[in-house]
């Protein structure tokens, strides 16, 4: 069974910084693209950031050039450094996984149980 595992969320004032990590865990073979999503409350899930398996990234507008994604392929973990946060950051953050632990199976996607980000107004 594979599990991820968020960490690194918490409440911080606008303007500071906040780095999130998510590990994955269990049976992996490969992992394919990895990424950040956000769900403020009474809003839909939505794409921060991805990753792929070669470091193309891709970002959300609304954190171009603040926030950074990365990996770690030898860790199975992905990253989101968060700079210069603002209050409509507030959110829950979960990572996301494209993870086969077989090279006969598929990709199966993953997720993790999320991570509060706080920035009070």
């Known amino acids: 069974q594979v599990q991820l595992v968020e960490s690194g969320g918490g409440l911080v004032q606008a303007g500071e910084s906040l780095r999130l990590s998510c590990a994955a865990s269990?049976?992996?073979?490969?992992?394919?693209?990895m990424g950040w999503y956000r769900q403020a409350p009474g809003k839909q899930r939505e794409l921060v950031a991805t990753i792929t398996s070669v470091g193309s990234t891709n970002y959300a507008d609304s954190v171009k050039g603040r926030f950074t994604i990365s990996r770690d392929n030898a860790k199975n973990t992905v990253y989101l450094q968060m700079n210069s946060l603002k209050p409509e950051d507030t959110a829950v953050y979960y990572c996301?996984?494209?993870?086969?632990?077989?090279?006969?199976?598929?990709?199966?996607?993953?997720w993790g149980q999320g991570t509060q980000v706080t920035v009070p107004s």
């Open positions: 269990g049976i992996i073979f490969s992992m394919n693209a």
């Open positions: 996301n996984a494209e993870i086969t632990s077989s090279r006969f199976a598929a990709y199966k996607n993953y």
